[in-house]
C-alpha cells in the first residue's frame, strides 16, 4: 500500500504559513455564508449535524443543519438557480445531537428529517416533511420517537436488516452503553407521547464500561470511558444483505434475528466509521478515522481471517468521513476534513483520498483552514459532479461554505 500526497502549491504556501487564512484548491470554488443566498443557520455557536438530501423531490440536493444553543434549532436550505434558501424547520430550541439522517418516515413520498437529543436528552425525534401543497417552508411538525431511558444519541442511520422492504432506525444510544434498533410502527404520526407511545425498539448491541482497551492516538477527554459511536451500512460478509459498521465492529443479522458483533478494532471503538470496496474482489474495507480528538485515518483489510489495518494519515477531530467514488473512475475513494475545534487546528484540511483500486491512495486536499464538522460530500448544485458542504461546529459560527467543484471531473450517474 502506498500513499501519495498532492496539495496545489497556494495551499502548500498557505499550510506554511502557520496561522493562514483559509485558502481554496484551484478547480474549487468556495461560497461562503452572505453570498448566493447561504444564510447563517440561527445566531448560535454549536452546529451539530449536517443532513443531505432532496426536501423539495425537484431532483436536487437540498440539506438540513441543526445548531443547539439558539432557535432556530433545525433549518433546511433548498437548492435554487441563483442559489440557495434557507427555510425554517423547527422555529424552537432543541438539544440536537450529531449524527442525522432522512428517511421517509410516513410513508407519502417526500422525505422527512430525523435526529437524536444530545447527552442532556433522552430524546430521537424525526420531523414531518409539510409537501408541496403547504408549501416547504411551512414549519415541519417535530414527532417523537423516543422519549425515556439514558441520554445522547451521537450518529444514526436507516437500514432494513431483516428483508422487509423497511428500514429500520439503527442509532446508538450512548448513555446506555447500547447500540438500538426502531421499528417504525404501522402508523408514524400517532407514535408519540399522548398518541401511540414510543417505536418499538430491541438491542442491537451492548457494551460496558469495564471493557475498554487502549484507544489509538488521543480521544477527546469529554468521552466516558469505552463510548462508541460511528455508523455505516455496507454488506460485509457478501451474503447480499446490508450488516451495520461502527464502533469499530460490523454486526451480522442471524435468519433467527439476532445480531453477531464481530470485531474490526477494540482499539478504535471512538471513531467515525465508513466501508466499502476499496481493493477489487473479497470483503468491503472498513475505514476508521478519529472524530474527536487525534488519531489515525486506517482503512482495514480482510486478509486470510484477519482484519489488517493500513494507516493512511494521522487526523486532528476528523469527524467527516465517507467512502464513495469521488472522482467517477470506478474506485472507491475516501473522504475525509477536519475541525477546528475552538479556533484550533489551523492547518486544517479537506481531504480525498483517491483510490486506485489495488490499495494505493493519492491524497489531495481540496481546501485548508476550514472547520469541518459532519461535512459532506455530494451534489450540492446539480451538475452531477460532487460538491462539499462544509459545515464547521464551532469555529467562527454562526456559518457555512459550500465548496463547489469547478474542474474536477463529473461523477458517474
Avoid at 492516538?217 to 469505552?226: E, H
Avoid at 465508513?274 to 486478509?303: M, N
Avoid at 460530500?377 to 462544509?390: F, K, P, R, T
Wanted: charged share 25%; net charge negative.
Amino acid at each position: 500500500m502506498h500513499r501519495f500526497l498532492v496539495i496545489a502549491p497556494a495551499l502548500l504556501a498557505a499550510l506554511a504559513a502557520g496561522a493562514q487564512p483559509e485558502s481554496v484548491a484551484p478547480g474549487w470554488r468556495a461560497v461562503r455564508v452572505g453570498e448566493a443566498g447561504l444564510e447563517p443557520p440561527n445566531s448560535g455557536t454549536q452546529q451539530t449535524s449536517a443532513t443531505v438530501f432532496d426536501i423539495d423531490g425537484d431532483r436536487v440536493n437540498d440539506f438540513v443543519i441543526t445548531e443547539r444553543t439558539a432557535a432556530p434549532a433545525v433549518v433546511g436550505y433548498l437548492r435554487k438557480s441563483a442559489g440557495w434558501r434557507r427555510i425554517v424547520i423547527d422555529a424552537g430550541r432543541a438539544l440536537v445531537e450529531a449524527g442525522a439522517a432522512c428517511e421517509d418516515v410516513d410513508s407519502d413520498g417526500d422525505l422527512d428529517f430525523v435526529a437524536g437529543g444530545d447527552g442532556r436528552s433522552n430524546e430521537l425525534w424525526w420531523w414531518e416533511n409539510p409537501g408541496a401543497a403547504a408549501g416547504y417552508d411551512k414549519p415541519w411538525t417535530r414527532r417523537t420517537i423516543k422519549s425515556s431511558g439514558p441520554n445522547k444519541h451521537h450518529d444514526l442511520m436507516f437500514l432494513d436488516v431483516d428483508g422487509d422492504n423497511i428500514r429500520e432506525l439503527i442509532f446508538w444510544n450512548q448513555g446506555g452503553r447500547r447500540l438500538l434498533l426502531a421499528r417504525r410502527p404501522a402508523r408514524p404520526r400517532d407514535a408519540s407521547p399522548g398518541g401511540g407511545g414510543e417505536w418499538p425498539m430491541e438491542t442491537v448491541f451492548e457494551y460496558s464500561s469495564g471493557s475498554e482497551m487502549l484507544q489509538r492516538g488521543k480521544p477527546a477527554a469529554f468521552r466516558s470511558v469505552n463510548e462508541h459511536e460511528g455508523l455505516w451500512a455496507a454488506d460485509i460478509d457478501l451474503d447480499g444483505r446490508q450488516d451495520i459498521v461502527g464502533g469499530g465492529y460490523w454486526f451480522r443479522r442471524t435468519p433467527q434475528g439476532r445480531f453477531i458483533p464481530n470485531l474490526v478494532d477494540a482499539s478504535y471503538h471512538f471513531s467515525r466509521s465508513a466501508a466499502g470496496q476499496l481493493t477489487k474482489g473479497g470483503r468491503p474495507e472498513v475505514v476508521l478515522a478519529v472524530g474527536d480528538g487525534a488519531g489515525p485515518l486506517i482503512w482495514y483489510e480482510w486478509v486470510k481471517g484477519t482484519w489488517m489495518p493500513h494507516i493512511l494519515a494521522e487526523v486532528d477531530n476528523g469527524h467527516s468521513l465517507a467512502v464513495l467514488d469521488f472522482d467517477g473512475d470506478g474506485n472507491a475513494d475516501i473522504f475525509l476534513a477536519e475541525m477546528r475545534l475552538n479556533g484550533g487546528n489551523p492547518a486544517s484540511r479537506c481531504s480525498v483520498f483517491l483510490g486506485d483500486g489495488a490499495g494505493n491512495f493519492k491524497e489531495t486536499v481540496l481546501a485548508a483552514g476550514f472547520d469541518n464538522h459532519e461535512s459532506k460530500a455530494a451534489d450540492l448544485d446539480g451538475d452531477g459532479d460532487l460538491d462539499i458542504l462544509m459545515k464547521p461546529y464551532n469555529h467562527l459560527t454562526p456559518s457555512l461554505n459550500i465548496l463547489i467543484n469547478e474542474g474536477g471531473p463529473p461523477r458517474a450517474r
